[in-house]
C-alpha cells in the first residue's frame, strides 16, 4: 500500500532534502578547500662536516673587551664603556692603541683560528622548519666586523699590508659562504659580511705589493663562481616560505596566518597561542570569513606563481627588470596574499646584490690595472689589454645588459673637501631693516629695507683619480662617468661630509650619474 503524503509533509521533505543537499554541498566545498597540498619541497643535502658549526663554535669563544677598567681609557670621554663598534672606526684608532688590538686579538685567538677552519669546509644553512631550526646570523656579521676586521686594522697599523689584505678577503670569503642554502634575510646578511670585507680592502690598496695584487685578481676571480646568486636566495625563500604554508596548513588555524602583517603585527614563523588570539581578535570579521572559504592549495599556488614571476625577472639584466609586481585584484585576496608586503624588500636586495656586484668588479679591476702600471709605466688604452694576463675577462657592469665596465684611459677630478674661507658673519640689522627678503610668494613689506647677506666664499680642495672606470649605475644609461653625488652634502663644509659626499647610502634606482671607481668608492 503506498504511503500518501500531506501536501505539508510533502513541502517538509522537499524543505529537509534541499537543506541536506546543501548542507553536504557546503561541506564538500569547505573539505575541498581545507585539503592540504600534496607537494614535496626540495632540500638541499647538508654536508657531513658542515661549516655553519665551526663558526656557531667561533661566536661561543669570541671574547668581548671588558666593558669597564683600563680598557675604556682608549677613549676621550671615560665615562663611557669601550665598545666594539668604536674600536672598529677609523677615526678611534689611534685612541685604541696597536697594542690593545692585539691584546683584544690574542684573547681571541681560538675563536678565530676555529673560524678559519670553517672557511676550509662546505657552508649549507640548514632548513627553516621551526624555530628549533632557525639559525641567527647577527653573530656572524659580529664575528667579521668586530674580529677579523680588528684583525686587518691590527696588521695595517703594524704595516703588514699584504696581511690586512688577507683578513679582509677573508671577510669576503666569509660573505660568499653565509648565504648558501638560506632565504632571503640569510643572504641580506651575506651582503652585509661582503661589504664590511670591501670596506677594510679599499683603504689598503695603494700599499699593496704588486705580487699580493696579482693574488688577490686570483682568488676574487676564483671565489666569484662560487657566490650564491640573488636567484638561488630567491628560490630558498620560496621554498622556505612553502615549508611554512604546508606546515601551518596542517597544525594550525592557518586562516590567521595569510592576514596582512601590519594589521596583526605577525612577523614570526612560529607564533604562540597568545599571539593567534590577539591575531584573531585585530582582524576584521569578513576577512576572517573571507580566509575561512579560501582553498589551500590556491593560496599555495597562488605564492608559488608570484615567487616564479619574481625568480624570472630576476634572471634577466637589470635594464630588463620589470618592477611592476603583479598583485591580487581583489581587496581580502590583496590582504592575505604572502608575497606583497615583501616586495619592497625584494626591490632593496635586488639593489643592494647589483651594488655589492659592481663594487667587487671595480675593485678586482682596479687591481688590475695597477698591475698593469707597474709593469708598463702607464695604465692601457681600453680594458682588453688587461686580459688573459691579468684579468680572466673584463667584468661586466651589473647594471647593464652583460656589457663590461666603462673605461677612459683619461683622469677625472673631483671635489675632495670645502670650507668656509672664513666663518660667515652675521648681518647686524638696523631699525626697519629686514634681513634676507620676503617670504616666497609674499609682496615685499611696505617702508622696509631688506638687507641680503653676504654670499659665501669656499675653498675648494679637489683630488684626481688617474683612470676614468665605471659603471653606468641603476638608471643603466652611460652618464659618461659623471660620479654620484649625494645632495644632502653637496654644499656641507663639515669634515664629515668630505667622506659621506659620495657614498652610495641615499643611493636609488632614479640617480642620474655613473659609479665611479676611486670616487664612490
Known amino acids: 500500500m503506498k504511503t500518501q503524503f500531506s501536501r505539508k509533509e510533502k513541502r517538509l521533505l522537499v524543505f529537509t532534502t534541499t537543506l541536506s543537499l546543501g548542507f553536504l554541498a557546503l561541506n564538500g566545498i569547505y573539505q575541498w578547500n581545507n585539503r592540504v597540498p600534496d607537494v614535496v619541497i626540495p632540500e638541499t643535502p647538508m654536508p657531513k ?76 644553512q640548514p632548513p627553516e622548519r621551526e624555530a628549533k631550526t632557525v639559525v641567527e646570523l647577527g653573530p656572524f656579521r659580529m664575528l667579521a666586523r668586530d674580529l677579523i676586521a680588528i684583525e686587518a686594522r691590527a696588521k695595517a697599523q703594524g704595516g703588514d699590508w699584504d696581511g690586512a689584505a688577507d683578513s679582509s678577503l677573508d671577510i669576503i670569503h666569509f660573505g660568499y659562504e653565509v648565504p648558501r642554502g638560506g632565504p632571503l634575510r640569510i643572504g641580506l646578511v651575506g651582503i652585509a659580511i661582503r661589504k664590511i670585507g670591501l670596506h677594510e680592502m679599499w683603504p689598503i690598496l695603494p700599499y699593496l705589493s704588486v705580487a699580493k695584487k696579482r693574488e688577490l685578481i686570483r682568488k676574487l676571480e676564483a671565489l666569484r663562481p662560487t657566490r650564491v646568486t640573488i ?134 679591476t682596479m687591481l688590475a690595472l695597477d698591475v698593469y702600471r707597474a709593469e708598463h709605466g702607464k695604465y692601457p688604452q681600453n680594458l682588453s689589454e688587461l686580459v688573459p694576463k691579468y684579468l680572466q675577462r673584463v667584468p661586466i657592469d651589473p647594471y647593464s645588459n652583460n656589457q663590461p665596465l666603462r673605461y677612459k684611459p683619461k683622469s677625472i677630478r673631483y671635489l675632495s673637501s670645502l670650507r668656509y674661507k672664513e666663518e660667515p658673519k652675521p648681518v647686524v640689522i638696523a631699525p626697519g631693516q629686514v634681513p634676507g627678503g620676503p617670504p616666497p610668494g609674499a609682496p615685499p613689506e611696505v617702508g622696509a629695507e631688506y638687507i641680503a647677506p653676504p654670499p659665501p666664499e669656499y675653498v675648494k680642495t679637489h683630488r684626481t683619480v688617474p683612470y676614468t672606470l665605471y659603471s653606468i649605475g641603476a638608471d643603466s644609461r652611460d652618464d659618461g662617468g659623471k660620479p654620484y653625488q649625494d645632495e644632502k652634502y653637496k654644499n656641507d663644509t663639515n669634515a664629515s661630509a668630505d667622506r659621506a659626499r659620495y657614498k652610495l647610502r641615499n643611493y636609488f634606482d632614479d640617480e642620474k650619474c655613473d659609479i665611479v671607481a676611486g670616487i664612490n668608492w
Open 49 to 124: 662536516d658542515n661549516a655553519l658549526h665551526y663558526y656557531q663554535r667561533a661566536v661561543k669563544l669570541y671574547v668581548q673587551p671588558p666593558a669597564t677598567g683600563p680598557a675604556v681609557d682608549w677613549h676621550l670621554d671615560n665615562s663611557r664603556p669601550a665598545r666594539v663598534t668604536e674600536m672598529y672606526s677609523k677615526e678611534y684608532d689611534r685612541f685604541y692603541p696597536l697594542a690593545r688590538k692585539q691584546a683584544f686579538l690574542k684573547r681571541n685567538a681560538k675563536a678565530i683560528a676555529i673560524w678559519r677552519e670553517g672557511l676550509k669546509r662546505r657552508y649549507v
Open 231 to 364: 636567484v638561488e636566495t630567491m628560490e630558498e625563500e620560496k621554498r622556505s616560505m612553502q615549508r611554512f604554508i604546508l606546515k601551518m596548513t596542517r597544525e594550525r588555524d592557518f586562516r590567521l596566518l595569510f592576514v596582512e602583517p601590519s594589521c596583526c603585527g605577525f612577523d614570526s614563523p612560529t607564533p604562540t597561542k597568545a599571539e593567534f588570539e590577539e591575531m584573531l581578535n585585530s582582524v576584521d570579521k569578513p576577512l576572517q570569513v573571507y580566509a575561512a572559504w579560501m582553498n589551500k592549495a590556491h593560496i599555495f599556488g597562488e605564492y608559488s606563481r608570484c615567487m616564479d614571476w619574481q625568480i624570472n625577472q630576476l634572471k634577466k639584466p637589470y635594464p630588463l627588470y620589470d618592477k611592476n609586481w603583479p598583485f591580487p585584484t581583489d581587496e581580502h585576496a590583496y590582504k592575505i596574499d604572502l608575497v606583497w608586503f615583501k616586495y619592497p624588500q625584494f626591490m632593496r636586495t635586488r639593489m643592494k646584490d647589483a651594488l655589492m656586484e659592481t663594487e667587487e668588479a671595480l675593485l678586482t
